[in-house]
Structures are given as structure tokens and as C-alpha cells.
């Protein structure tokens, strides 16, 4: 068997190999390292997101680069904040036993100034995002001219995402015998083009089959009516209580109503879509990366570089248009040798496109059947019984058991367990549809589930939430009562750790975003935002103080 001593790796890198628990090297670290670590090369690697694609440029380049230096030797470009920030994480841990190596990264949407500083102060690793990149290297504050290794991590999604003209600028800034290292999930022409212009006799490596999806996803998909999309994510939810999952739609509108109605039914869900804000866009994440949030509702753009390990299933809501974005949406599954489930809803007239993606990836897919209304139910009820089975006894109550116990001791123990299984779950009509099969709605959960939401509403933001020891009920009430609203006129309330989502007609939009101008909750400004199509809108920012809320 292979080990990462065997691939040439130094010491330090194999005491961080080793604090990491990382057994033995994956396929494209393999292939990969032995080789940076041996030859000045260029190199184009078709491995997926979740491969250990990271630790396979990585590594090399930590070992290659001297910290002694305060110069950059390195730069490795990532489509998105999110995965720049990953890598240079994973850098972070990688190059920990490292002494004096300094990986900065840049991304738009942060303090420039503040990133140039980190550079001033010796960077020899870069991690970058091409357009603040760009920026950077326009106003001086960024120099890699003198770089010996460039990685292009993601390059289809660098491309897809428009940044073609950013990178090729970017790369006229760099010395011509730097080694280039491509990292691409699939070749499309575009990433072609930019091996053959700007890299010399790289070498190829394929981890998998070219275009494949990765060995440990299963591929399944569902007959659906057009219609019944929803009703379908809510039976395989249901099947799989534990899931944490990542569906995709194909437009920002969808992405939100999928996760409103998600909300309402009293899943934890969230969407992310290119209309929230970069910073909702992060706390949406961060909730999801802490399992805060079950399901994310997602839109192909918007997920560029979610790179979330653990995700148990996929949702294709509708199959996209190109078979290169199934892969990636499915690449989001299945990583780091987990197995991992993509699901493609699929409609009779759309069958066709099944064959497609077999033929392109390779692999079967499996039809599955949608469960039926009892089976639905009797798998929540399995998945309850679990849950109490494993419950950890509260040594606090025994106080109070003789008195309970007395007052239950008529019953027998099959009278006890139909009691409390009705009062838990809703009567069972035999004929139900599926979206009927929903808990008995209780108090305790985290939103406002049961609101027959008007067509005419606003979301809104709330940089408030449970730290400030809110619950939707009490959000919703101090709402309401802050707002001089009716009962139901805030609705749809959800509450996460450190902010919330609500609610209200847009004839009220006015009122809610004035209301907030200079709220201010323990020192700090309450910020409220729309979230709707094209712009977020925010309360305006002032600073003096209004007035103190009377917070619980
Ligand atoms: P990546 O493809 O770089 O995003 O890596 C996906 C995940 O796999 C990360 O969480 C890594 O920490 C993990 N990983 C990378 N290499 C290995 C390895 N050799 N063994 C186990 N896990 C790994």
C-alpha cells in the first residue's frame, strides 16, 4: 500500500499527515504528489471537489516553496470566497508544522486594505479569487511576478463563472517557467483552451473515468409529475430523517419557495441564492457547515464551492440543462470516501435525459419508486421510536416519576404507547397525500409554519436571532408589537442562531425597513434587509442610538 512517506512527503508535512488521521493517500494524491514533488511540470488534474484534491497540490507546494523567503512563490486561484477560504484553511492545517510560512487569502467583499497588509507583512502562498486578484495587482498591492507554482483549482467552474479574461490577464503577470497545476472536474472546450495557451507539455492525470461522477455516489432518480416536485423532496426527506442535504433549482425564486415551503412545514431549511447579501450568503453557510440548517436550497451559482463535507444526499428539483453541471451538483456527495446519495426528480417527458447522463458518466441509474403514504408514515414513526430509544434519561426527573407513575397507573403499557403515539402524530387518513404527512405541529419548533402566505410578500432579514434568546413565537410577538401589525401580518418567522428570516405584505415594506433606522439591541445596530429579486435592500445605517428595545 502506498503511504505518504512513500510519495516523498517530508517530515513536517507527515506530522501533519499524521495529526490529520489521514491513513493512506488518495488516488489523486497518488498520482499527483510524487510527481510535483519530483519534476518542474505543468499539470492538468481531472479529479472532482471531495477527492483530496486540495492536499494533492497542496502538499507539494508546501514542501516546495522556501519560508525563508518573504517573497510570494506561490498562487493558487479559486472561483469563489467560499473555497478560497477553505483552501487557505486546509493550507493552515497542512502546513502547520511549517515554521514562518504565511498563506493569505483574497477575496472580494472583504477590507482590501487589510488583505494588502497581510501581504505587505510576507506571503509566500497567495489563495485568491481572480476578480480582487486583479484588482490588487492593478493598484500594486499584490506582486507575483516572481511566483514558481500556479494552481488553477476548479478551472471549469472559474470559466463558467465568466472569469476567463481576469485569469489570462492574471497569468500575464506571472513569470513564463513558473509550473502550472490545473484542477478541473471536466474538461469543457474552455479549459482546453486555457491549458493549450498558457501551459507547456502538461502531464494528464485522470482520477476516475474522464467526466465520471465519483465511485461512492448512488445515482437514483423519481417519476415525478411536474407538480408534485415538493411533495417528492418531502417523502425522501421523510425516508431519510437524518439527511443533510443540498438540493438544487434552477432559479433564485424557486430556490426560495422550496425553502419557505420547507420552513412552514417545519424543517430546518434555508436557500441561498445570488440575491442575498455576501454576508447573509456566510451566515447561511456557516449555519448549514455547523448542521444549524438540515436542507439548503440551492441555485448552481450560488453553490459554486459549497464544500461542505458530510452531505448525505444531493436533490436535483429539476435536472439542469448541461450534464457537466449534474456533476458538480453530485460531486457535492460522496466525498472524502464517504457514500454519499444524488437524487434526480425527473418527469416522464424528461426520461430521455436519464440515458444521457448514463451514457456521459458512465454508470447506472437507479429508478426508484416513490414510497407510498404508509410507507412515508411508518418510516417517521420508526425514526421517532429510534429517537426516544436513544433519549438520555434526565437523572433530575426521577423526583417526579412516582407521582406520573401513579397517575398512569391504570393504563397498560399498549394503552400508554397508542396514547402518546396519537397525541405525537396526526390521525391517519388512508388516502392522504403525501405533503399531508407532516408532525403534529408543536411549540418547540424553530418557525411559523402553518400561514397561508399571500402572493404580494416581502422577505426580510433580521440580524437577530436565538444568541439574543429570541424563538420564532417571541420574534414574532416583539414584530407585531414593534410594528403595530395585525396577528398574522409578519408570518413565515425563522429564527437561527445569530439571525432570523420574516415575513410581511409589501404594502408594510416601507414600514418595516423605517421602523429599524437606528434600532439598536445591546450596543449593536439592528439591521433589517429585503431580500427579493435583484438588489438587497437595507435599512439605512446611522449612528446614534434610538432607543433600547425591552429584550427578554
Ligand atoms: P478536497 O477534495 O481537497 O476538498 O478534500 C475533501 C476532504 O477530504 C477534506 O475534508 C480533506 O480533509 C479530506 N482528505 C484529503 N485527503 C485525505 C486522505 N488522504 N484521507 C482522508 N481524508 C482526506
Aim: hydrophobic share 35%.
Amino acid at each position: 500500500m502506498t503511504t505518504f512517506k512513500s510519495l516523498g512527503l517530508n517530515e513536517l508535512l507527515l506530522k501533519a499527515v499524521e495529526k490529520l488521521g489521514f491513513e493512506s493517500p488518495t488516488e489523486v494524491q497518488d498520482k499527483v504528489i510524487p510527481i510535483l514533488l519530483e519534476k518542474n511540470t505543468d499539470l492538468v488534474a481531472l479529479a472532482q471537489t471531495g477527492t483530496g484534491k486540495t492536499a494533492a497540490f497542496g502538499f507539494p507546494m508546501l514542501q516546495r516553496i522556501d519560508p525563508n523567503k518573504r517573497t510570494t512563490q506561490g498562487l493558487i486561484l479559486s472561483p469563489t470566497r467560499e473555497l478560497c477560504l477553505q483552501i487557505t484553511n486546509d493550507m493552515g492545517i497542512y502546513g502547520q508544522g511549517i515554521k514562518n510560512v504565511n498563506i493569505v487569502a483574497i477575496y472580494g467583499g472583504a477590507n482590501i486594505t487589510d488583505q494588502a497588509n497581510k501581504i505587505r507583512r510576507g506571503a509566500q502562498i497567495v489563495v485568491a479569487t481572480p476578480g480582487r486578484l486583479k484588482d490588487m495587482i492593478r493598484r500594486k498591492l499584490v506582486d507575483i511576478s516572481a511566483i514558481e507554482y500556479c494552481v488553477l483549482d476548479e478551472a471549469d467552474e472559474m470559466l463558467n463563472m465568466g472569469f476567463y479574461e481576469d485569469i489570462k490577464s492574471i497569468l500575464t503577470h506571472t513569470p513564463a517557467n513558473k509550473s502550472s497545476w490545473l484542477f478541473s472536474a471536466t474538461m469543457p472546450p474552455d479549459v482546453n483552451k486555457i491549458a493549450k495557451k498558457f501551459m507547456h507539455n502538461p502531464i494528464e492525470i485522470t482520477v476516475g473515468t474522464k467526466n465520471s461522477s465519483a465511485k461512492n455516489i448512488d445515482h437514483q432518480y423519481f417519476i415525478v409529475g411536474a407538480r408534485e416536485r415538493y411533495n417528492a423532496l418531502r417523502a425522501v426527506i421523510s425516508m431519510n430523517p437524518e439527511i443533510f442535504g443540498c438540493v438544487f433549482c434552477r432559479t433564485k425564486i424557486e430556490t426560495q419557495k422550496v425553502a419557505e415551503k420547507l420552513i412552514q412545514d417545519g424543517y430546518k431549511a434555508a436557500a441561498i441564492h445570488g440575491d442575498l447579501s455576501q454576508n447573509q450568503r456566510d451566515s447561511v453557510m456557516q449555519s448549514f457547515r455547523k448542521k444549524k440548517i438540515q436542507m439548503l436550497i440551492a441555485t448552481d451559482v450560488a453553490a459554486r464551492g459549497i464544500d461542505v463535507d458530510d452531505i448525505t444526499h444531493v436533490v436535483n428539483y429539476q435536472l439542469p440543462d448541461e450534464i457537466e453541471i449534474y456533476t458538480h451538483r453530485s460531486g457535492r456527495t460522496g466525498r472524502a470516501g464517504k457514500l454519499g446519495t444524488s437524487i434526480i426528480f425527473v418527469t416522464k417527458s424528461d426520461r430521455r435525459k436519464i440515458k444521457l447522463i448514463e451514457n456521459k458518466l458512465q454508470t447506472t441509474l437507479t429508478e426508484v419508486q416513490m414510497p407510498s403514504p404508509q410507507e412515508v408514515f411508518t418510516s417517521k414513526i420508526d425514526h421517532w421510536v429510534g429517537q426516544i430509544k436513544n433519549t438520555p434519561v434526565k437523572s433530575d426527573l426521577q423526583s417526579y416519576l412516582p407521582n406520573v407513575n401513579k397517575s398512569l397507573e391504570d393504563l397498560t403499557k399498549e394503552n400508554l404507547i397508542e396514547l402518546i403515539l396519537s397525541k405525537e402524530f396526526r390521525s391517519f387518513d388512508l388516502n392522504p397525500k403525501i405533503s399531508e404527512f407532516s408532525r403534529e405541529s408543536s411549540s418547540e419548533g424553530r418557525s411559523d409554519r402553518k400561514i397561508n402566505a399571500p402572493k404580494d410578500k416581502d422577505r426580510f432579514f433580521i440580524n437577530v436571532g436565538a444568541r439574543d434568546k429570541y424563538e420564532w413565537t417571541t420574534l414574532k410577538d416583539f414584530l407585531r408589537s414593534f410594528l403595530k401589525l395585525g396577528q398574522d401580518d409578519v408570518f413565515q418567522v425563522e429564527v437561527m442562531k445569530n439571525f432570523s428570516f420574516f415575513s410581511t405584505h409589501n404594502k408594510h415594506r416601507d414600514l418595516v425597513l423605517k421602523s429599524f433606522d437606528n434600532f439598536m439591541l445591546d450596543e449593536r445596530k439592528v439591521s433589517v434587509e429585503l431580500t427579493k429579486k435583484g438588489r438587497t435592500f437595507s435599512s439605512p445605517q446611522k449612528n446614534f442610538k434610538k432607543k433600547k428595545p425591552r429584550f427578554k
